[in-house]
């Protein structure tokens, strides 16, 4: 029995060198493989920066745009906002003058 469990063990480790000598040669053709891997995600990674550039580019200037529709409109309501006030404040006057708009004197002041 003993000797069987010697050859055994013997045969398992052969068994085992010779499949060591095998991934040793499978490596060597791996390597061009993963260079290949490693050449194909640096690609992916150089299009992916120029992408996300191209991309941060176009909201920045979405928002610049948006900034100046909103520098526009606010100088807008801004005119808009003192030209009533103006308004507002010529009609005052003229109630003030003339008195209230149920009176013939309010509809002159309103035409000139």
Not at 23 to 46: H, I, M, P
Not at 64 to 87: C, M, N, P
Request: a positive charge; hydrophobic letters at 40%.
């Amino acid at each position: 029995m003993n000797i069987a469990l010697m050859s055994l063990l013997l045969v398992a480790a052969a068994a085992n060198v010779v499949l060591l000598v095998a991934l040793l040669l499978r490596s060597s053709s791996n390597q061009a493989f993963s260079k290949d891997v490693r050449e194909d995600l640096r690609t992916g990674r150089e299009e992916l920066r120029s992408a996300n550039k191209l991309a941060q580019d176009s909201i920045s200037s979405g928002i610049r745009s948006f900034t100046d529709i909103g520098g526009t409109l606010d100088a807008r309501v801004k005119d808009l906002q003192a030209s009533t006030e103006g308004k507002l404040e010529a009609t005052r006057g003229c109630w003030t003058r003339f008195g209230t708009p149920s009176t013939s004197s309010w509809t002159r002041c309103r035409r000139s």
